[in-house]
């Protein structure tokens, strides 16, 4: 659906985009994240047709952005970080003067009241816009983005200014729309990216320096695959039992946690998982276990610790990756997207 290949864009001398390709299939969400002034906003400006770039060549399902640029634009919607909303208009004037301006062949009606209950601004189609919430005008605007019902979605900080029910709300809508669009959603909520995004792209300094799931990239920097396991029991006896089960490497005692209960920290043998083979053997010891969990690495600690390496080259080795390896398509991580039963149309959003 969209494809980046050797991608560079300059302002003067400064180079804000460095030969960057990915590519991301519908259906797809992916996460794009880096530090400010990275580049990510740029590659998302370049994609929608905002911005020109040096060199490269980017497509959206199939469409030259440079050679086709309106047919390419017709597939886009994009919530910028700031929606550049006209406040002096009601909200459903507003949505009516997008609708217009895109050109939309949708009955209008219809269609831009569906758009409002999706993100929930029905309640308020006959306000002006500046005298809403920060909230409601972020939403006006991911309305604004979906309407004409677009194959893919450029969402920069959709949920800023939201209260948590709201950023709730918006989440499960950008999940629902995931299944059918194509979505590249930018924030600074660490969060949600790891909560929405199958897939997430991390850019430093003009260049990416990891394309995979958060999953993987959390496996790639661990230190190990070790478990925490807090359990009701004697110590000793504890420690003897575990150790003895298939595929643990070695057991260690954290100490005493609570009433009777002590953690233990669980070693597989390589890349073993022994998590089912813990559990039963406790069970089946007659003690009980209060809790169990793994030291996987959080997406913030991965996003921290690639963009604090010292330079993207540092980076990737730290992922065990060459610089070629993120710009080949055939390492790119795909995604299954699970297709909804009995599902006939291409969208939630009703023409």
């Known amino acids: 659906m969209i494809e980046v290949k050797s991608l560079s864009k300059k302002y003067g001398s400064y180079l804000a985009v460095d030969d960057v390709s990915f590519s991301i299939e519908k259906g797809e969400v992916v996460g794009f994240l880096g530090p400010n002034g990275a580049g990510k906003s740029t590659i998302m400006n370049i994609i929608t047709g905002y911005l020109s770039f040096t060199k490269g060549n980017v497509s959206v399902d199939g469409i030259d952005v440079i050679d086709n640029p309106e047919a390419a634009k017709k597939r886009i919607g994009y919530l910028p970080e700031i929606p550049p909303l006209y406040t002096d208009m009601k909200v459903k004037e507003y ?26 601004i029905d309640n308020v189609s006959n306000r002006l816009i500046k005298n809403l919430s920060k909230g409601y005008r972020q939403r006006v605007g991911f309305a ?104 643990v490497s070695s057991v260690t005692s954290l100490g005493k946690k609570e009433n009777g209960a002590y953690d233990f920290n669980i ?30 690495v959080s997406l913030e600690q991965i996003f921290l610790r690639l963009t604090e390496a010292g ?16 710009n080949s398509a055939d390492t790119a991580a795909q995604t299954q997207i699970e297709e909804s039963e009995g599902e006939n149309s291409d969208s939630d959003i009703q023409a």
């Open 95 to 120: 949505l009516y003067f997008i609708y217009d301006l895109k050109k939309v062949k949708f009955p209008k009606a219809p269609h831009i009241n569906e758009i409002m209950r999706l993100v929930k």
């Open 267 to 296: 070693v597989p043998e390589g890349d073993k998982d022994v998590r089912a083979a813990v559990f039963n053997k406790v069970k089946e010891s007659g003690k009980t276990m209060l809790s169990f969990s793994s030291d996987a």
């Open 144 to 247: 604004g983005a979906l309407v004409g019902n677009p194959d893919v979605l450029i969402l920069d900080e959709p949920t800023v200014g939201l209260d948590p029910k709201q950023i709730i709300e918006i989440r499960n809508l950008i999940s629902r729309l995931g299944k059918n669009h194509t979505i590249i959603l930018s924030s600074h909520i660490l969060s949600e990216i790891q909560a929405v995004c199958e897939r997430v792209i991390i850019i430093n300094k003009g260049q990416i320096i990891a394309d995979d799931t958060p999953d993987n990239l959390a496996r790639k920097l661990s230190y190990d695959t070790s478990l925490v396991a807090r359990i009701v029991c004697d110590e000793k006896d504890m420690i003897s039992t575990l150790s003895g089960i298939d595929g």
């Open 311 to 326: 330079d993207n080259e540092a980076a990737r080795k730290i992922l065990g990756i060459s610089k070629d390896d993120n």
